[in-house]
């Protein structure tokens, strides 16, 4: 969600579209859109289905980013000042906001640190300190240890992060273990963060480019010669993967995976053992067909006519424009805008992509004369 496109020989298309559909999907997460039609149809739509959308941007960032990274340091430290710089900026745009909702009150000194490094200030921010730990975390463990172990140690904190998301029910209370959680949780509100929940995709991600790289050398093996990836370390990191599965039995893959996440999901919240629910353990799998699939799709780019960072403006402001929806309604005394579940989730969505398209597109018209100003100053 926060890159650039790459060259234009290497567009895909899919993974384009996907992006407005997770930055959608985020949007319906924060609408609940069919709560007056349906509170299980809900809660299948939004709290699984939709809980595809984060991952699948930690994995944009795992497939193009983190190889660079490793092949340049300095666009990885670019890349973490990006983020960093997105972060202080989205602070900055809600602590009127924050100020106003009074959320700060009574937090203290480790309340906001605590907001800062792991929760977010704002209830969707906590997705770029994650990013920034997460990218930091894997990047650093490819730099000194070989793909495999990075990837296994990232499964492994998943696993341990699932007893405190949708597992949480499971705990004993009063137990050593829970007591560990409960400590975790002083820290982090939730172990859908930068530890726990990020490296796993981030390394999803990686894997499969380095899956698509093997795929392409044996394709062509003249063209490719000697521009195999190879770890710092200097042993090909591309000898114990495979090629990227076919599109049919990725697809059936995905088919597997969808019904299980889709079983699992409905199993916790009947047996109500989620203290949240963004972490599933047919999630990671889904993920990883999903992406292979979208990476095979053909056909027209939707963002080739679209400002390049339309999902990320999307993810950031549309709790802006959902604020702005409903003080719409209050003022107008239009209450369908609020009341009916459908219309708010529409209303939401239209004003989020409308908004983040027109502020995309002056930003694109402003930055070459501010990058003039700059450079006569």
Not at 56 to 64: H, K, L, P, S
Not at 214 to 234: L, M
Not at 280 to 291: K, W
Request: proline share 6%; charged share 15%; aromatic share 14%.
């Amino acid at each position: 969600m926060t890159e650039k496109p790459m060259a234009q020989k290497h567009i895909y298309p899919g993974i384009n579209c996907f992006k407005l559909l997770a930055a959608l999907f985020v949007i319906m997460i924060h609408t609940s859109p069919l709560t007056s039609v349906s509170p299980e149809a809900d809660f299948v739509l939004t709290r699984i289905i939709a809980r595809t959308a984060v991952p699948f941007f930690f994995m944009v960032t795992g497939f193009f980013v983190l190889p660079k990274a490793l092949g340049d340091t300095r666009r990885g430290l670019r890349y973490l000042r990006r983020i960093g710089l997105i972060y202080l900026a989205s602070m900055l745009l809600y602590l009127p906001v924050n100020l106003y909702a009074d959320h700060f009150n009574g937090a203290g000194l480790g309340g906001l640190l605590k907001m800062i490094l792991t929760d977010g200030t704002f209830y969707h921010l906590w997705y770029l300190p994650a990013l920034l730990l997460g990218f930091a975390l894997v990047w650093a463990g490819l730099a000194y240890l070989p793909a495999k172990a990075v990837f296994l140690i990232s499964v492994f904190l998943y696993l341990t992060g699932l007893p405190g998301d949708s597992y949480y029910g499971f705990l004993k209370e009063g137990s050593v273990i829970y007591t560990v959680y409960e400590g975790i949780f002083h820290v982090s509100s939730y172990t859908r963060n930068g530890l726990f929940y990020a490296p796993v995709f981030l390394m999803l991600g990686y894997v499969i480019s380095l899956q698509y790289r093997q795929g392409t050398a044996e394709k062509n093996p003249g063209k490719a010669a000697g521009k195999s990836f190879r770890s710092p370390r200097g042993k090909s990191a591309l000898e114990a993967l495979r090629c990227p599965p076919s599109f049919s039995l990725a697809l059936a893959g995905f088919g597997i995976c969808s019904a299980l996440f889709l079983a699992e999901g409905i199993t916790l919240k009947i047996l109500d053992v989620q203290r949240h629910d963004s972490m599933y353990l047919a999630l990671v799998p889904l993920m990883y067909f999903l992406f292979c699939i979208l990476l095979d799709v053909k056909g027209p780019d939707p963002m080739k006519r679209l400002p390049g960072d339309l999902p990320l403006l999307v993810y950031l402001l549309h709790p802006l424009f959902l604020i702005l929806v409903r003080g719409f309604a209050g003022v107008t005394g239009l209450t369908v805008f609020t009341e009916n579940s459908v219309v708010h989730f529409l209303a939401v969505a239209a004003a989020s992509f409308a908004g983040s398209w027109i502020l995309a597109t002056l930003w694109l018209l402003v930055k070459p004369k501010l990058k003039n100003l700059l450079r006569r100053g």
